[in-house]
């Protein structure tokens, strides 16, 4: 996909409660849930159908609870395609859950399953609370997000350490220990905040000599967005990455996923939209 043609949409797609949207597909696009601006793009690598990096995001009954994923699994296209499958109906059933731990070790044994296969994956999960402005992040050896603060105006590496949690963050990739526990951390989002999520095709963008760009890399890129424009900060960021690489095609499948608080309050469903819910609850309807 052209970088200069990346260009978030007029409209972004409102999700609606109850609702899963995302896959393993290539796509850009806008979202909004209550709180949240969220801006997504994933191109699978040399243009495959299916790429291996797998994002979802899901709104709950009530409109409160978003759910992020971003994993990254081993392989490439159509072998993928089937845990795509799996993670969106993980995702439905834990849809309504304002704790993500259940999703995490049922993701942990899928992968386990498929050991045999030699199938392994990276992962963030988050959720974000409209009530509470809490995000909560759980992060399986996949590659660290980047969070801005605007009560700050400074970017860094969204850890642990960032959140001021005693909790550890080495948590193994899904899929090497089916007993393996997996920690999580919680941080307030501010209005304004902007928190980014990636695969490692991102900070392993090699420069013309070789050399990859790295977090610290990332970072510099993204002290000089202009976040004045918050539905501009994907497209330009995966723009300088391009520039970093010498105009050169990434080696991997490249997702990003660019969430901005726009401190807005939970929105009430509507009649029909409680009716929807109802129906979706009830098997009436798929999710």
């Known amino acids: 996909m052209d970088p200069e043609s990346l260009d978030p949409a007029s409209e972004p797609f409102a999700m609606r409660c109850m609702e899963i949207w995302g896959g393993n597909k290539a796509v850009q696009e806008s979202i909004a849930t209550p709180g949240l601006d969220i801006w997504v793009f994933s191109e699978p690598y040399r243009a495959e159908a299916h790429g291996g990096d797998v994002h979802y995001v899901s709104l709950c009954g009530g409109g409160i609870i978003t759910r992020m994923i971003i994993a990254d699994v081993s392989g490439h296209g159509e072998s993928v395609a089937g845990f795509s499958d799996a993670l969106r109906s993980l995702m439905r059933r834990n849809i309504n859950s304002k704790s993500q731990k259940r999703l995490v070790g049922a993701l942990n044994r899928q992968f386990t399953e498929l050991a045999q296969l030699r199938?392994?994956?990276?992962?963030?999960?988050?959720?974000?609370?409209?009530?509470t402005d809490r995000l909560d992040v759980c992060n399986a050896a996949h590659p660290r997000p980047i969070w801005y603060r605007s009560e700050t105006r400074t970017w860094s590496l969204l850890t642990h350490e960032s959140a001021n949690s005693a909790e550890s963050a080495?948590?193994?990739?899904?899929?090497?220990?089916?007993?393996?526990?997996y920690d999580q951390f919680s941080v307030r989002l501010d209005r304004g905040?902007?928190?980014?999520?990636?695969?490692?095709?991102?900070?392993?963008?090699a420069g013309p000599s070789g050399a990859m760009l790295g977090e610290e890399g990332l970072l510099t890129i993204a002290r000089g967005l202009d976040l004045r424009t918050p539905e501009r900060i994907g497209p330009?960021?995966?723009?300088?990455?391009?520039?970093?690489?010498?105009?050169?095609?990434?080696d991997d499948d490249v997702t990003l996923l660019v969430l901005h608080h726009n401190g807005g309050p939970p929105r009430r469903p509507s009649i029909g939209e409680k009716l929807d819910i109802y129906a979706k609850v009830f098997g009436l309807k798929a999710v």
């Open 119 to 131: 199938r392994f994956a990276t992962a963030v999960v988050a959720t974000y609370l409209a009530t």
């Open 170 to 181: 080495m948590n193994v990739p899904l899929g090497i220990d089916e007993e393996a526990t």
């Open 236 to 250: 330009d960021l995966l723009d300088a990455i391009r520039r970093h690489r010498d105009g050169g095609a990434a």
């Open 193 to 205: 905040d902007v928190v980014i999520f990636y695969t490692d095709a991102l900070t392993e963008a």
